[in-house]
């Protein structure tokens, strides 16, 4: 019988160190599986940022803007569709539709069938040609009548066109055909301008592509184990190093102004959201609105700084017949 039992137990020593070998190796440790296939979503954003950044030298600074600008978006738009391609089952043309006729990065409702628009309204479609030809205008009939003494005027006043005719009309467009065609494709511009609070201008109505992918990438991992103060932060940090590296690294000069921006719009909804914010009402109403304007506006000049303008704005302005 104590044989028996000095059997038995070294049996389940056996057993109960094979169990906790098996758990280790497949619980505790990385799953390599699954990291080699995520590999090929983050090779674009390792390769074609830096593909564009080696021509710097052989573009003119505006087409090298275009350039680098192209390779992080598209890099970043191929993760959102790499992460969500597997788990949403969805026909092989939406997929080719979102990564080349879609500027947004809402990669789960526009890849899900399941997911309705309901078709736009008429009012919509005005507004968005209104704002394209309104874009138009600033860029091809009014920047060109400043005169040429004042080139950071007319730079500004085009490059507020473009910004109308690109991202609030032909995004907005493009938006509104995938609507009408039932695919939920929201505009990456939502009336910004009718936020009341600088964290609803940032989070709920600028530049929503951005902000999705910012918010699943950065955002949520960092959540728990940073809070919410830090983590957007780094959100608003990150968003610095990118307009940085387009807007700077083209004009070659202004290095640092774009990261301490978007350093400020965090350091301003930080401050919005304190007991302090909240006792002056910096988060809604007319004051949060005027808030949110001032912390907008001031530093708007470290964001599109003069090297910008006068480097790459105006001559793609003149690329393109502008001036």
Not at 231 to 240: D, K, N, Q, T
């Amino acid at each position: 019988m104590r044989k028996w039992r000095e059997h038995a137990n070294h049996l389940r020593r056996h057993y109960s160190g094979a169990e906790d070998i098996w758990y280790k190796n497949n619980v505790d440790a990385p799953d390599n599986s699954r990291i080699a296939s995520s590999a090929p979503g983050w090779l674009p954003i390792l390769v074609l940022p830096l593909t564009a950044l080696a021509c710097r030298n052989l573009l003119p600074p505006w087409v090298f803007m275009w350039a680098l600008a192209f390779a992080i978006f598209f890099s970043l738009k191929w993760l959102t569709w790499w992460r969500a391609r597997s788990k949403i089952v969805h026909p092989s043309w939406r997929s080719a539709a979102y990564l080349l006729v879609w500027p947004g990065m809402d990669a789960d409702e526009f890849l899900d069938v399941n997911e309705r628009a309901a078709p736009p309204v008429l009012s919509a479609w005005l507004s968005a040609a209104f704002k394209t030809i309104l874009g138009g205008i600033l860029l091809w009939v009014v920047a060109r009548a400043v005169p040429e003494r004042q080139p950071l005027v007319r730079g500004w006043i085009g490059m507020v066109g473009l910004i109308l005719l690109l991202h609030f009309g032909t995004f907005q467009m493009v938006a509104l055909m995938w609507q009408s065609l039932g695919v939920k494709a929201e505009p990456i511009m939502s009336a910004p301008l009718r936020s009341t609070s600088l964290a609803e201008f940032w989070g709920k109505r600028w530049n929503l592509g951005f902000r999705q992918f910012a918010h699943e990438l950065i955002f949520r991992p960092l959540y728990r184990s940073l809070g919410p103060e830090a983590a957007g932060l780094l959100v608003f940090a990150a968003s610095g190093l990118i307009h940085d590296l387009v807007i700077s690294v083209p004009a070659r000069g202004g290095y640092g102004l774009p990261t301490l921006y978007f350093l400020v719009q965090g350091a301003g909804v930080t401050v919005e959201r304190s007991q302090f914010g909240k006792r002056f009402g910096f988060g809604r109403g007319v004051r949060g609105w005027c808030f949110m304007v001032v912390f907008l506006a001031l530093p708007v000049f470290g964001l599109f700084h003069p090297w910008f303008v006068l480097r790459v704005i105006l001559p793609f302005m003149r690329a393109v017949r502008a001036i």
